[in-house]
Each structure stands twice: as C-alpha cells, then as structure tokens.
C-alpha cells in the first residue's frame, strides 16, 4: 500500500497551482507555434484535430448535464467527428448537445489560457488527463484511440514532467489556440452550411433558420474572445 499512496499524495501535490505566469521567452515561443499551426496549412491540416476533439466533448459534456447518456466517440483522417448520444430523439437537451459543439473549443480555450496565467496550469493539465483518459473509452476506432491516447500521453507527461514556466506557456498557447481554431471551424461551416452540419441538424430540430444558429455560435465565440483577451492584457501589464 505504500506504493500506491505515495503516488496519489505526489499526484495530489502536483495538482497544485503555482505562481501567475510571467511574460517570457517559453511564452513567446509557445505562442509563436500556436500562430505557426493555425496559419501554416500544412500544420493546420493535422493539427486541428485537437479542436474536433475539443468540438465533440462539448457535445458529450453539454449532453450528459442535460441528461443524455455518451456512448461513443469517432474522430476521422480527415480532422472531422461525431459524437453518439443516447436519449430523446428531439427536445432541448438534444439541441443543448447539438449546439454546444462550436462554441466548446472557444469556451475551453479561454479558461484554459485564463487559468494559466493565473498559475493553475498543473490542475488544468491533470484534469484533462483524466478527461482524456475517460474519453478514450469511449473510443469507437482505432484512430480515434490513437488520437485520444496521443493526447492524454502528451498532456499527462507535461503535468508529471514539465517545468511550472514550460506548463503555463504551453497551456496559454494552447487555448489560444483552441479559441482560434473554433473561429476557423465556424467560418468554414458557415461559408460551406450542409444539411449534415451542426447548424443544419439545429434548423431541422427547431425551425429556426441555420443562419441565426451560426450567429449564436459567433456571439458565444465573439464573448469568449473578449474574455480572454482580457485575461491577456493582465499577463503583457506585468
């Protein structure tokens, strides 16, 4: 028993938050890949399947608060996904599920960069590794296991390994990130808005036309901008 209670008093310990981020070179080169794999196409292609991830939890999130069951998790080579949902076929906790996937990359990526330059970047990234890990039961391919598993290893091995300073700029970047990359994913739905969409599975849901959906989407979005971008000017005033 000592083995395993040492570890979860060492876990505990590393769970902590550590002091406010500060404004230095590990920030500056995080951001500066944050910037390189939203804009490079060629990184963009393969890395924006952390804001599909991020896009199908919230669906799975939002749908277990309002009382759906989460069944399964399919990610595709092509950075798309879907999320399985077990519950009534129509009725607003399908729509909360079905809405809450664009704006859900927006939303984390701004409390993730928030907390983090608040200090609490060890709690963020423990978290998540459990997340993730419970995620990927949930996992109905390989290559979704692949992906999910890839990164929770990436996540869990900063959070045991990694140097305060080297958390913070990493959990920065990667809500920024996340917030960035739900602006992406938004504007090519709404320039390209199939049947199949979310906004399209909403309009056939409510009646209401798919064009007021994606503008919900922008308002949550645009909100979850502005709250970060404050957050962001606290760390560059110090």
């Known amino acids: 028993m000592e083995g395993p209670t040492a570890w979860l008093r060492e876990a505990w310990a590393r769970l902590q ?21 939203l804009l490079v196409p060629a990184l963009w292609r393969w890395s924006r399947v952390g804001v599909t ?18 069944t399964g998790l399919v990610l595709r080579p092509d950075m798309s996904g879907h ?7 129509r009725g607003p906790g399908l729509v909360a599920a079905t809405w809450a996937g664009y704006p859900a990359p927006a939303v984390v990526g701004a409390v993730l960069a928030r907390l983090a330059v608040g200090g609490w970047s060890p709690t963020l990234l423990g978290v998540s590794t459990a997340l993730l890990l419970g ?17 929770a290893t990436l996540n869990g091995s900063l959070w045991w390994w990694g140097a ?17 990359g739900a602006w992406r994913h938004l504007g090519a739905v709404a320039a390209d808005p199939t049947p199949q969409s979310d906004p399209g599975l909403l309009a056939r ?22 709250w970060l971008a404050r957050g962001l000017g606290a760390l560059v005033a110090r």
């Open 164 to 180: 305060s300073q080297v958390q913070g700029a990493a959990v920065l970047a990667v809500g920024c990130f996340l917030l960035a």
């Open 83 to 89: 999320t399985v949902t077990v519950g009534a076929a």
């Open 17 to 37: 938050p550590t002091g406010a981020l500060t404004l230095d070179g590990w920030v500056v080169g995080a951001a500066a890949a944050a910037v390189a794999l």
């Open 135 to 151: 995620a990927l039961t949930r996992a109905r391919s390989l290559y979704t296991a692949g992906v999910v598993a890839a990164l």
């Open 205 to 226: 849901l409510t009646g209401v036309p798919r064009a007021l959906w994606i503008a919900s989407h922008a308002a949550a979005l645009g909100l979850a901008t502005w």
């Open 53 to 70: 991830v991020v896009h199908e939890l919230g669906h799975a999130v939002v749908g277990i608060a309002a009382g759906r069951r989460f």
